[in-house]
């Protein structure tokens, strides 16, 4: 069953906008999907990538695959490829990355080694994405209120 964050709950019916949990997935499997690229798949590949597995190897490569075919069968060439960190910041409940802290205090929030801790490797990659400049950040404050960080 998918999991959609509530900060994200203006876009998730229609998926007009790439979810938290389907960004995570392309970092896993190494794609750069533009939101062009997105808004040219259908509700359906849309809801197929939200649903589908890519944790295991087997899943991430079938991922990536089903993904560069959608964009291939609607662009006529692939997206671009990411390296994939073999061990990436949202797995790591030990070390809050500085982009978290700076944004945090931009907001006099301060977050604790024990409360990144208690969050889940999901939660912990929407933070990452929401401390990084960009037009979307505006949800960081709602993600930290979301995860009872403040």
């Known amino acids: 069953m998918s999991?959609?964050?509530q900060f994200e709950a203006d876009f998730v019916e229609s998926?007009?906008?790439?979810?938290?949990?389907?960004?995570?997935k392309l970092d896993?499997?190494?794609?750069?999907?533009?939101l062009t690229h997105w808004n040219q798949f259908t509700l359906e590949e849309r809801e197929a990538l939200v649903e589908m597995l890519c944790t295991t190897t087997d899943e991430i490569e079938t991922y990536r695959e089903y993904l560069q075919n959608r964009?291939?069968?609607?662009?006529?060439?692939p997206a671009s490829t990411?390296?994939?960190?073999p061990q990436p910041a949202w797995?790591?409940?030990t070390t809050i990355p500085a982009s978290i802290q700076e944004k945090a205090q931009e907001l006099a929030v301060s977050i604790t080694v024990q409360q990144w801790a208690t969050l889940s490797p999901a939660q912990r990659f929407a933070l990452?994405?929401?401390?990084?400049?960009?037009?979307?950040n505006h949800n960081f404050l709602p993600a930290l209120k979301e995860f009872q960080l403040i």
Do not use: N
């Not at 291939?72 to 060439?77: K, Y």
């Open 3 to 5: 999991h959609f964050f």
């Open 128 to 136: 990452i994405k929401l401390s990084r400049p960009s037009h979307e």
């Open 91 to 93: 797995m790591d409940s």
């Open 82 to 85: 990411l390296p994939i960190e």
């Open 15 to 24: 998926l007009r906008c790439i979810p938290m949990q389907v960004r995570m």
């Open 71 to 77: 964009v291939i069968e609607h662009t006529g060439s």
């Open 28 to 34: 896993t499997c190494g794609v750069k999907l533009k």
